[in-house]
């Protein structure tokens, strides 16, 4: 079973205080180019894997007209998106990505945020989720990008003029990172872009689109505390079609 | 026109002294992963760009048995190249990829070795490249890391236990990087990882195999001066059919 990270009493407290837990997509900053991968919701079964607080079915469901069936494997977030979800077109279920099943060619649209960093059999998880998916059906995704989660110690230095640079290791060494990221122990498991492709296109996905975000120009102008995460990229965004 | 390096004086003779270079494909530590990417070469017409000394082209054609056109911006190279072939089945221009106009419809396959990195107008460069290719061709090419050729540092500094990391900077920030590789001023486009696939998927390619070279165990065991290159990968090798 993965790491359930989410249920520690530790972990949770703080993860309910970031702006992406508490405002929902508009707190998440790469919300929009995510958004933006996405295919037209209304009347779309939706399947979303690691749906946290439900801040994405909700949107899906409410503003996009689509049924969804959420998947979670954390009780507590799970109990939050239920006391938070009103539409009758929002199904919760507990479960584990690693094992879960799920309902063959019964959904147009996969969706994940931030969840499959988590995976460990990551390839399975994939095979999985194109069988659950109707033909031509798309797989939508955010994950920690590979750069940001490779290194032994992944903080910014400062560099010769004062300017971050971020010390990266281990890139090419798959596995386990374990990192104290709100609560200590996070286990996250580390692969490079190319074996993250890779397993999509063993899986049977057509790569339709691939973004390494960082803040764009637009965004540093609103929140020019963003500045050092051009340094390297946070997020790795996916689009395929299977 | 793009920079012109190869025939710089002090570049060519530091080039020429290069593994890679006398010694031809078996000198390219990322070669066996890049000849796994090909298709059976019998009887192909394959396109060489940036052919440099036809080392790839002489391998094609006469332990492969295709035909090969092997373009080349570099007039010393390709001098050097027609020299030491005897192969009728190749033949060898002198081309610009920013500008180079390529016949329709006619090759099996496309091969590009550590060129693509020099080329500003990558996606007009794959628009056509793809319509060169037959249905279904295969462009097959390697180029240089985004994350080895993004920082304003490219050299390995030495983290708290000894160990070599990588100061990535700029990963974000897509454009020129002017480096001192053999000689001064020698100017890359850096572009992440994600722009170059899309920049294929653009062009009507669709992506088999994506891979972040960096030396793999059995290598490291023939060639242990190659341990901290395990760091950050120096090559991205792609495969994508049209």
Known sequence: MTQNVYDDERFFSAYSQLDRSRRGLPGAPEWPALRAMLPELA??????????????????????????????????????????????????RRADLETAELPKSSFELAFSSLAFHYVVELGALFERVGRSLVRGGRLVFSME???????????????????PTWPLDRYSE????????????????????????????GAGFAIRHVEEWSPNDDLLAQRPDLADERTRPMFLLVAADH
Chains 1, 2 share one sequence.
């Open 174 to 201: 798959e596995g386990p990172r374990t990192t104290d990221w709100l609560a200590p122990g996070v286990v996250k498991q580390h692969r490079t872009i190319g074996t993250i492709l890779n397993l999509l296109i």
């Open 145 to 163: 990008h590979p750069i940001y989660m490779a290194p032994s110690r992944p903080a910014f230095d400062l560099g010769p003029e004062g300017k």
């Open 43 to 92: 009347g779309l079964r939706v399947l979303d894997l690691g749906c946290g607080f439900g801040w994405f079915a909700r949107w899906a469901a409410e503003a996009g007209g689509a049924s969804v069936l959420g998947l979670d494997i954390s009780e507590r977030m799970l109990d939050r998106a239920r006391a938070a979800t009103t539409s009758a077109n929002i199904t919760y």
